[in-house]
C-alpha cells in the first residue's frame, strides 16, 4: 500500500470521512490516520458499497502481517474505543478468538440461577463480636472454595462509587487528542492509558481499553499527573478503596488464624494499581472477549464493575456469571495471597465476555507491596506451616513474580504459581 499519493491520502480521508463524520475532527496527524487505515482495511473485504477498496493483496492468506497490523492500532493511541468511533463492523482478525475456543463464548452456558458467587454482608461488623466471627466464617469460606466474593455494606458511599464511574467515562471519551498524550506502555509511568498492556504477547487481543494510576500509599503521583477529568474522584476512591482493603485485609489474616493486622503488616496493601477498563459495545460479541481468562497476580483485587454484566469465574467446570449487584464489589484472591497461604485461598481464573451493549466499565484495584521500596521475599507463612503442612512454593519478590506473570500476557488461566512451586 502505498501512502506517498496524494490521491490516495485525499481518498482514505474521504473514505474514513464515510465511516465516521467526526473522524476527520478527532484525527488530525497524518500519521494516526496512517495507521488507523491499515488497521481497518483488514477489514474492509466486508464492508460493500465503498467508494474507495483498498489494496488488499498484502493481507491475504499466509501473507497476512500481524505485527504490523498491532503497530498500526498501537499507533493510533485510540484503542479500541477509536475503531468503534470509525464505525468498524468486523473485527480485525487480531481480535478475535481461535476457531476452537468460540464455543463457550459464542453460545455461552446461561449460569444456573441457584450457583452464585458469595455473598457477604459486612454490616455490624465491628458492633458485633459474634457477627464478626461469622463473618470471618464466610470469608474464609468463600477464599478457600470460590477465590470470590461479593460485598456489600462495606462503607464506601454510592456517590464515591457512581462519581469514580464516571469519572472513568469522561477519560475515556474525552477527545482522542486529549487522551492520547497519556497512551503509553512504559513501565516506569505511575500514570498511563493503552489498549491491551499484553498487546504484542497475548495471542489474542481484547475488546478494551485501560487507564492504569499506581498510587502507592505515601508515594501517590503528584495530582497534577492524573487526568483532570478524574482526577479528584481518583485520589477520593483510592482513599476509600485502601480503607475497604485494610479490612477486608483484616478479615482474610483472621481467617488465615492469624492476627488481625498480620497481611498488612507485611505490606499486602502498600501497593495500589487502580486500573480503569473501559468495554466498548463490539458489533461481533461473538467472535472476541472483553478479557481473556486469567488469574489475578497480586494479594487482593477489588473491583466495582457497572451495571451491564459479562464477568464470569470458572468455577467446578463451568462459567458462573458474577452478576452485577448495585452498590456491592466484587473481591478476588490473587495468585501471591494463594502462594503466602500455601493454597489454603485460591487464585479464580475469570474472564470478560464481549457484549453488543456497552460501554461497559469497571474499576479494578490490585493490591501488592509497594515495589520501589520493598525488597521483602514472599512465601508460604511460617505460621501456617506445619509437617502435614510443608511449604509448597519457593520466595519470591513481588516483582520476580511480575515480570514473570508479564512474560506472556493474558494466556487463559496458565498459572504463574508453577514457576515458584517447590
Ligand atoms: C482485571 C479483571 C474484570 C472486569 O482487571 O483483572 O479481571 O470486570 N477485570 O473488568
Ligand atoms: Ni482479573
Not at 21 to 32: A, F, L, R
Not at 100 to 128: C, G, H, M, R, W
Not at 206 to 227: A, I, K
Amino acid at each position: 500500500m502505498c501512502f506517498d499519493s496524494c490521491l490516495i491520502k485525499a481518498r482514505l480521508l474521504e473514505w474514513l470521512k464515510s465511516l465516521h463524520k467526526d473522524i476527520i475532527i478527532k484525527i488530525t496527524s497524518k500519521n494516526v490516520i496512517r495507521s488507523l487505515f491499515s488497521v481497518l482495511h483488514t477489514t474492509s473485504r466486508d464492508m460493500e458499497n465503498t467508494h474507495l477498496q483498498p489494496d488488499l493483496s498484502e493481507q491475504n492468506g499466509s501473507n497476512y502481517d500481524r505485527e504490523k497490523e498491532l503497530i498500526a492500532f498501537d499507533e493510533t493511541k485510540a484503542g479500541v474505543k477509536g475503531l468503534v468511533d470509525a464505525g468498524i463492523q468486523k473485527l480485525p482478525s487480531f481480535f478475535v478468538v481461535p476457531e476452537n475456543e468460540v464455543s463457550s463464548i459464542a453460545s455461552p452456558k446461561l449460569s444456573p440461577t441457584y450457583v452464585q458467587i458469595p455473598f457477604i454482608d459486612l454490616k455490624d461488623i465491628d458492633e458485633d463480636t459474634d457477627r464478626h466471627k461469622e463473618i470471618v466464617e464466610q470469608i474464609r469460606n468463600a477464599s478457600e472454595t470460590w477465590g470470590f466474593f461479593q460485598v456489600v455494606n462495606h462503607g464506601i458511599s454510592k456517590e464515591v462509587m457512581e462519581g469514580m464511574i464516571e469519572g472513568v467515562r469522561r477519560f475515556h471519551e474525552q477527545p482522542t487528542e486529549v487522551k492520547m498524550e497519556y497512551y503509553s506502555r512504559s513501565q516506569r509511568k505511575k500514570v498511563k492509558y493503552n489498549s491491551n498492556f499484553d498487546l504484542h504477547k497475548a495471542k489474542v487481543a481484547n475488546w478494551r481499553d485501560t487507564l492504569y494510576c499506581y498510587m502507592p500509599y505515601g508515594d501517590e503521583p503528584d495530582p497534577e499527573e492524573l487526568p483532570e477529568v478524574c482526577r479528584e474522584m481518583s485520589v477520593k476512591y483510592s482513599e476509600h478503596a485502601r480503607g475497604l482493603a485494610v479490612t477486608i485485609l483484616q478479615l482474610l489474616s483472621e481467617a488465615l488464624g492469624l492476627e488481625p493486622n498480620h497481611l498488612i503488616d507485611i505490606d499486602c496493601d502498600k501497593g495500589l494499581n487502580i486500573v480503569s477498563h473501559y468495554y466498548p459495545a463490539c458489533p461481533e460479541p461473538n467472535r472476541t472477549l472483553g478479557a481473556t481468562p486469567h488469574k489475578d497476580p497480586f494479594f487482593i483485587t477489588i473491583l466495582m464493575q457497572d451495571h451491564i454484566g459479562g464477568l464470569q469465574v470458572f468455577h467446578q467446570n463451568q462459567w458462573i456469571d458474577v452478576r452485577p449487584l448495585p452498590g456491592s464489589f466484587v473481591v478476588n484472591i490473587g495468585d501471591l495471597l494463594q502462594l503466602i497461604s500455601n493454597d489454603k485461598f485460591k487464585s479464580a481464573v475469570h474472564r470478560v465476555l464481549a457484549s453488543h451493549i456497552g460501554p461497559r466499565i469497571s474499576v479494578a484495584c490490585f493490591f501488592k507491596s509497594h515495589l520501589s521500596s520493598s525488597d521483602r521475599l514472599y512465601g508460604p507463612l511460617k505460621e501456617l506451616l506445619s509437617d502435614e503442612n510443608p511449604p509448597l512454593y519457593r520466595e519470591s519478590g513481588v516483582m520476580d513474580y511480575l515480570i514473570k506473570y508479564n512474560t506472556k500476557g493474558l494466556d487463559g488461566g496458565t498459572t504463574t504459581l508453577n514457576h515458584f512451586r517447590l
